[in-house]
């Protein structure tokens, strides 16, 4: 269970586990705020933060931040607001004001996924749905976008009326 300031809490059917966000121990989790958790076709535990992205280690029972700052120039904190695996074995990741990111998981590198955004904007995806055949669509601020993996790019949706503001859950 993710919260909004108390950290993650893990339920094993009778007791609650809290993992809370220590500056002095690296293995926490990386902050208290956490927006998303995610867990993937190989049964990992990703957790979205105001301070980017984490992976639970089950065995050891501690954190891996996972440094998406590295891989870009000049930007703030990736905030992870929303995650999402791909049919390939990906991570796609909404940020708070950042756009789109695409995580390999076996390389660990990070891209941002092209937009049509305007460059300075406050891009937010919101959330994520997968259909049956595996198309990402994308609850942003500019509304309902829909992902093209082959491109890697992000695209609109025409739902034939105003599609602005549609960034609740999907």
């Known amino acids: 269970i993710g919260t909004n300031g108390a950290g993650l809490y893990k339920y094993d059917g009778v007791n609650y586990f809290a993992y809370e966000h220590n500056s002095k121990v690296s293995t926490t989790i990386n902050s208290n705020l956490v927006y998303s958790t995610y867990v993937d076709t190989a049964n990992r535990l990703w957790i979205g933060t105001d301070e980017g992205l ?3 280690n089950r065995d050891l029972n501690n954190f ?3 440094n998406i700052q590295k891989h870009f120039k000049n930007e703030t904190v990736f905030s992870v607001k929303s995650i999402i695996e791909d049919n390939k074995g ?3 990741l909404g940020t708070l004001s950042n756009g789109l990111l695409m995580f390999n998981i076996n390389s660990r590198k990070v891209s941002k996924v092209k937009s049509d955004f305007p460059r ?3 891009y937010l995806v919101n959330c994520f749905a997968k259909d049956p055949k595996g198309k990402i669509y994308l609850g942003t601020n500019y509304g309902l976008k829909t992902l093209d993996p082959i491109k890697n790019v ?3 949706v025409n739902l034939g009326k105003e599609n602005q503001g549609l ?3 999907i």
């Open 54 to 56: 984490c992976l639970y």
């Open 64 to 66: 891996e931040t996972i």
């Open 90 to 92: 990906n991570l796609y």
């Open 120 to 122: 300075n904007s406050n």
């Open 154 to 156: 992000v695209l609109n």
């Open 167 to 169: 960034f609740g859950t």
